[in-house]
């Protein structure tokens, strides 16, 4: 049977809580207890009992419960979950890791590579340039050689052929001047009536074309 | 008017027994315990050579954050062994915060004080043992109770405050900031819920286009009540850490 404790003020009933013996609070309207007792029989035995907890006050059960179950999810997690999964995690970044280092590594014996590579071809550019130098200046040799052969040639060519024109020229001349001396023996002999001395004509023809080839 | 026949406290923070001392709080404490170890062992069952996806790669996210967002931020290199711990301890709370806004759970089981309690106790032994176990319980007091820079004239003051404050008021802050948050969410949403629902049925035709107010409200705070339910996993996992911390190594 539940026990009332009543609050009352100016003989006015404010409060009436009822505790039972399973510990369960309760609290009844202070009208009810009025009507209650005006109907004769006791408040406590008489009136609506509402459940009303305090709905801030923990209970043992939601403590064990919670406590419960935050140990087992604790134990599980500490001792079994969270190791197992860092390990993975380790081992995953401890071969990322090794990764990164050996494409490190393998990078840094590539760059020596092309370090050599480059020392090599920059050597080899150096040699080849030397070869070029002096094939260029064997050839040049050669070129100015047989530049000079042509050219000597050329000049020997370019004598015979004036010396022949020198010829032929003298020689038309020669004919020329026996040509105009015997035209001019005939036309002094047709204007003078004798035949002038042959050493003067060829004398005055061979001065007018010297004159003549002087102009 | 609108009748709105708002719900006693006790029927929306009490909850009767599922089964004899075994309620809704107790079944969500028991689903976030069970929920937290199947999503882990299903991520250590995967391959871990692979990089992560799925619930690994979320698992693993837990993990970093704990340590990255937690641990290095408030203990340093030598508070990963407290990984576990806190990690199990964010997850649980998390756990407990979100069925709030999950539909037919309707109800954090931190908005109850026997979670919030129980967590900040442990918290207190564990963070006032660890303290004694390394510095000696001398040590720990000295540097509890006497923070070194203060004259020693102001000891009068501070050393009763750091005792009210250290000893006394820290687990009790940290429950009471937990269980009033996800309370006074829990009472807002059911608040607004009731609301929207009396304006639409409102005999009054005139009002029910006003429900959809209430009812945006409600929307907006559910939304609002996922970022709590995170914010205050982080926030009591983090004092955790500074509490533990600043036992371990009093100079930080």
């Known amino acids: 049977m539940p026990t009332a404790i009543v609050t009352q003020s100016s003989g006015q009933i404010v409060h009436v809580r009822l505790v039972s013996s399973d510990t369960t609070d309760t609290t009844v309207a202070p009208e009810a207890v009025a009507l209650a007792a005006e109907s004769g029989t006791g408040a406590a035995e008489t009136t609506a009992v509402v459940a009303a907890p305090n709905p801030i006050a923990p209970t043992p059960k939601e403590i064990f419960w919670s406590a419960g179950s935050f140990f087992v999810l604790l134990i599980v997690m500490r001792y079994y979950l969270f190791p197992k999964l860092k390990k993975g995690m380790v081992a ?15 990078k840094a014996a590539a760059q020596t590579d092309v370090a050599g590579y480059e020392k090599q071809l920059a050597a080899v550019r150096v040699e080849a340039a030397g070869r070029i130098d002096a094939a260029r200046q064997t050839v040049d040799a050669e070129r100015n050689a047989q530049l000079a052969q042509v050219n000597a040639r050329i000049a020997s060519a370019r004598a015979d052929a004036e010396a022949k024109t020198s010829a032929a020229r003298a020689a038309a001349q020669g004919q020329v001047a026996a040509a105009v001396a015997q035209v001019a023996t005939k036309a002094a002999t ?18 007018a074309m010297e004159s003549a080839g002087s102009r | 008017m609108i009748a709105l026949d708002f719900p006693e ?25 069970v929920i937290s170890i199947t999503i882990f062992l299903l991520a250590v069952r995967q391959d871990h050579k692979e990089a992560p996806k799925g619930i690994r790669n979320f698992a693993e996210v837990i993990v970093e954050f704990i340590e990255d967002g937690v641990v290095m931020q408030t203990m340093g290199k030598d508070g990963l062994a407290w990984t576990p711990f806190l990690m199990t ?37 564990i963070y006032n043992v660890t303290g004694i176990k390394h510095q000696g319980i001398g040590g720990y007091l000295k540097s509890t109770l006497f923070p070194p820079g203060v004259p020693k004239a102001l000891y009068i003051l501070v050393t009763p405050i750091e005792f009210i404050s250290a000893i006394i008021v820290r687990p009790f802050s940290l429950a009471v900031r937990l269980f009033a948050n996800m309370m006074a969410g829990h009472i807002l949403l059911v608040t607004f819920a009731l609301l929207s629902e009396a304006l639409f049925q409102a005999k009054d035709k005139i009002l029910i286009p006003v429900g959809i107010l209430p009812f945006f409200m409600l929307v907006f705070l559910t939304s609002f009540e996922v970022l709590v339910a995170f914010l205050q996993a982080y926030i009591f996992a983090m004092l955790t850490a500074v509490y533990i911390g600043g036992a371990t190594h009093p100079e930080h």
Do not use: H
């Open chain 1, 92 to 106: 995953r970044y401890d071969d990322i890791r090794s990764d990164i280092e050996g494409a490190d590594s393998v």
């Open chain 2, 89 to 125: 301890m964010f997850l649980f709370i998390y756990l407990c915060n979100v069925p709030g806004i999950i539909p037919f759970f309707q109800m954090p089981a931190t908005a109850r004080m026997a979670v919030p309690l129980f967590l900040a106790l442990m918290v207190w032994v």
């Open chain 2, 9 to 33: 406290i006790n029927s929306i923070l009490v909850w009767k027994d599922l089964f004899p001392s075994f309620n809704k709080i107790a079944l969500i404490a028991v689903l976030a315990a």
């Open chain 1, 190 to 207: 047709m204007a003078s009536g004798r035949t002038p001395d042959a050493s003067v004509v060829q004398a005055a023809v061979a001065s």
